[in-house]
């Protein structure tokens, strides 16, 4: 049949910006090295080793993190050639997120726990949040990182940083319902999808994370790269 | 330190509509049997078997997949308690999208090849739709479902639909630097972010991605119900 070569050629020749710019060789030796969970993890270990400290981000989640809120900042930093690192909160293990899906993050938290980061991301998903709100080495973690580094955190992830007292007084948003938790804590912000005060971060939810996702580009690359990006990703509200 | 307990508690007792509706027991089930992949494929090969054809969608998903537009239908459709299965395209091994996310798949698409679905949905990426235009089973999971089943693809999907001359003619949109290898083949719709002609349903890209899955619950549900779920997600443009 004549139509199927016609479009595999279309889409082998598909030249948009959606494409992975690497050279064939690169690709050829990353497809290898990323074959399986283990050389992912292996080539995660590698990477933060290579001192791209201010363009990096690690995403922390555990068993019940909603898994949008994990793979739009993910993609769409990745997409900013930000280096961006998923790591697992309890183990290295594959994590089941709240609605079925099976991620298997690059690491444990623990094996980046000397690594700086430009940020640090909590995506929501309430039984995830608990295991961070109820985890000293988290706690540890976000505090040594307080100063230096952007902490982000949308749905109910605001909850685990209070946890933490991470930014008493700040100006935050969060999943609306969990608002009257946070308010004693933080100045709650209604009206806004995305609450930048310092180097905290924060978002309402699943239908936010894409501009979540972007402001955090705008921060560690900058606001025209953002604007690339949202204009590649056909995000329309990102301004 | 009593901040964090009291966050533990507003955390457990977060009583939003974003919880799971199962109940201890079925739950304490649910975590035994989906503590690892393997046990995952098995949950889903017997889910396959409780005639539940009707509200059930397969995402088709191979390598280099765009991991947002897998994730955001399969996580908003599971919301409509959608019975929602994730199929790899080559294998049931765990699959490395476009950005580097590694999803483990609920089965091979084999595993299901007897199995009638309310939708096939098709994410995009380009060399997973390369793929997909190139097998020949592909295309004939998707003819024997042609009558009966949404076909449902985003992005550069439509071009491994065209590949299998899946509804020549019909209305499409699609991303938009592929716009060019489809307007002979289908009549295409610059202005929309989703178009739906029969039981054919495209649309754009990343940013388009919760509109085509609200559209699709509207399809396989109602309208009611894509309304309370964008509600809940905070995807404010459905309407």
Redesign the interface.
């Known amino acids: 049949?004549i139509?199927?070569p016609?479009?595999?050629y279309?889409?082998?020749h598909?030249?948009?910006?959606?494409?992975?710019q690497n050279n064939y060789k690169t690709r050829l030796w990353a497809r290898k090295l990323?074959a399986?969970?283990e050389l992912?993890r292996f080539y995660s270990k590698k990477k933060a080793l290579n001192g791209k400290e201010l363009k990096s981000a690690v995403i922390i989640f555990g068993k019940g993190a909603?898994?949008?809120e994990v793979?739009?900042p993910?993609?769409v930093l990745?997409?900013a050639k930000i280096d961006?690192v998923?790591a697992g909160l309890c183990d290295n293990?594959?994590v089941?997120c709240?609605?079925?899906?099976?991620?298997?993050p690059d690491c444990h938290m623990k094996d980046v726990e000397n690594r700086k980061f430009g940020a640090i991301i909590l995506p929501?998903g309430?039984e995830s949040?608990?295991a961070m709100?109820?985890s000293d080495k988290f706690?540890e973690f976000l505090k040594k990182r307080e100063e230096e580094s952007y902490i982000a955190a949308i749905?109910?992830g605001p909850?685990?940083l209070?946890?933490?007292?991470i930014g008493k007084g700040k100006c935050v948003t969060s999943?609306?319902?969990?608002k009257s938790?946070l308010e004693s804590?933080y100045k709650y912000v209604d009206d806004e999808?995305v609450v930048v005060d310092g180097k905290l971060i924060t978002s309402?939810?699943?239908?936010?994370a894409?501009l979540f996702a972007l402001k955090l580009v705008e921060l560690l690359k900058d606001k025209q790269e953002a604007k690339e990006i949202?204009k590649i990703?056909?995000?329309?509200?990102y301004c």
């Open positions: 049949m139509i199927k016609m479009f595999s279309a889409i082998r598909f030249s948009s910006s959606m494409q992975q990323l399986n969970a992912s909603e898994e949008m793979v739009i993910a993609d990745r997409r961006v998923l293990k594959p089941e709240t609605k079925g899906l099976i991620i298997v929501g309430q949040n608990l709100a109820e706690g749905c109910s909850l685990a209070a946890a933490h007292c999943y609306p319902k969990v938790d804590f999808k309402q939810g699943p239908g936010t894409f949202a990703l056909l995000v329309d509200d």
